[in-house]
Each structure stands twice: as structure tokens, then as C-alpha cells.
């Protein structure tokens, strides 16, 4: 079975600047997504960006940025120029290409600090 | 409106009493899925559906039921609830799957406390 792991529960940034966040997983497929999501204070689940495993190029999207590194099964999420609202639990997840079922590691509060 | 509604959003209850939670999408998904969050666990698949006449497992599916009532309706019951059951509950929902890419869009979830 596949596991996600975030071994970062807490993490603390300051306002403006770069943050990452660590995840790894183990998986013997060879073609999966991957994804970043987040939790405000508000509960909602917002997805922050996804990467297809069959893609070497990192996915970024505005200040957020990914380090994927297969061979390591790493994917860790770099926030640049943090801001206030960046402020949330963080969620790594996986899905199988062929799949629907995501897999969530524990997630990782991070506080941006003014 | 909000494409995903979960009913009700917080529910106290007592330990023994039954307790349905309702998700409902606009957004024409096939495929609807229930996690459980707790802290320092991440999210739970509870049980998901293909379609309506197509329900699975998931990894905590014990003590819990589930009915597709239609291709927009997705409830969860807890036919006796527990404590240990207290945690925030999500409804999820995606177009069916394959190598496309296809994102889970998420509920507001229930708050779901068992005294």
C-alpha cells in the first residue's frame, strides 16, 4: 500500500520569506500524481498545485514551487515571499495515475509570522 | 452556491445514536468519496462510489455504512456512534478517472462530535 509521509508537524516562516515543506512516499507504481494541499482556519480543502510523476519539470504555480525528486520519492513544497494568508495546514498527497483514491500524509501546520 | 454542500457543518450527538451525514455536488461527478481528518493523521478514505451502483471500502470503513442515493447525493451513517469517531468528516467528489487528470473537490466537511 502506498504511505505518505510529512515528518514536519509544525513549521514557522517569516512574512516574505521562502518556506519548504518536506513529504515523502512509497510507491512501486511508476506513474502517479502528486499533489499539495491546503487548510485554512476556515476547514476548506484548496488544492495548491500537482505534479505528474511522468513529468520531470516541477510544477509551480505563482509563489509556489515543487522539488520533486523520484528516484528519492521526495516532494517537498517551496512557498516564496510568504504571506499572511499562506498561514494553514499543509496536506501532501498521492493518487495512482489509474486511481482515484488520494492518500494523505499527516499534514503540516505552518504560522507565517509578521 | 457552493458546488459541494455537507450537512449539517458541526453535530453533537451521544454515544449509541445514529447519526447521518449528507453530501450533496452540482457539479455533475461521477465519483464521490467521504475521509475522515484527525490530527496528526491527515485525511482517512472511509468509502467511495463510482457511481451509484458501485460502492467500495476504504481504509477505515469499519463502523460506518454508506448509500449513493443518486448521482449528486452521498451519505455517510454512523449506525452507533463513538467517541472515537469524533473528527472532522470531508465529502469529496471528481469526474471518473483514468490517466486524465481529474482534482477532488472538496466539501466545507462536518464537525462531528461523539459524547
Known amino acids: 500500500a502506498q504511505t505518505v509521509t510529512q515528518s514536519q508537524p509544525e513549521m514557522s516562516v517569516q512574512e516574505a520569506e521562502t518556506v519548504t515543506l518536506s513529504c515523502t512516499y512509497d510507491?512501486?507504481?511508476?506513474?502517479?500524481?502528486l499533489f499539495w494541499y491546503k487548510q485554512p482556519p476556515s476547514r476548506q480543502m484548496i488544492l495548491v498545485i500537482r505534479q505528474e510523476a511522468y513529468k520531470q519539470q516541477n510544477a509551480t504555480e505563482n509563489r509556489f514551487s515543487v522539488n520533486f525528486q523520484k528516484a528519492a520519492k521526495s516532494f517537498s513544497l517551496k512557498i516564496s515571499d510568504s504571506q499572511l494568508g499562506d498561514a494553514a495546514m499543509y496536506f501532501c498527497a498521492y493518487r495512482e495515475t489509474s486511481g482515484s483514491r488520494l492518500t494523505f500524509g499527516e499534514g503540516t501546520q505552518l504560522t507565517v509570522n509578521p | 452556491d457552493a458546488d459541494v454542500t455537507q450537512t449539517p457543518r458541526n453535530r453533537i450527538t451521544k454515544t449509541g445514536k445514529r447519526i447521518m451525514l449528507e453530501c450533496s455536488q452540482t457539479?455533475?461527478?461521477?465519483?464521490m468519496y467521504w475521509y475522515r481528518q484527525d490530527p496528526g493523521l491527515g485525511l482517512r478514505l472511509i468509502y467511495y462510489?463510482?457511481?451509484?451502483?458501485?460502492?467500495n471500502k476504504g481504509e477505515i470503513s469499519d463502523g460506518y455504512s454508506v448509500s449513493r442515493q443518486a448521482q449528486a447525493k452521498f451519505s455517510l451513517s454512523l449506525e452507533s456512534a463513538i467517541p472515537n469517531q469524533t473528527a472532522l468528516y470531508f465529502c469529496a467528489t471528481s469526474e471518473s478517472s483514468g490517466r486524465a487528470y481529474n482534482e477532488q473537490f472538496f466539501g466545507p466537511g462536518t464537525r462531528l462530535t461523539v459524547l
Open positions: 457539479k455533475g461527478h461521477d465519483r
Open positions: 510507491t512501486s507504481e511508476s506513474d502517479y500524481y
Open positions: 462510489s463510482f457511481d451509484v451502483k458501485d460502492i
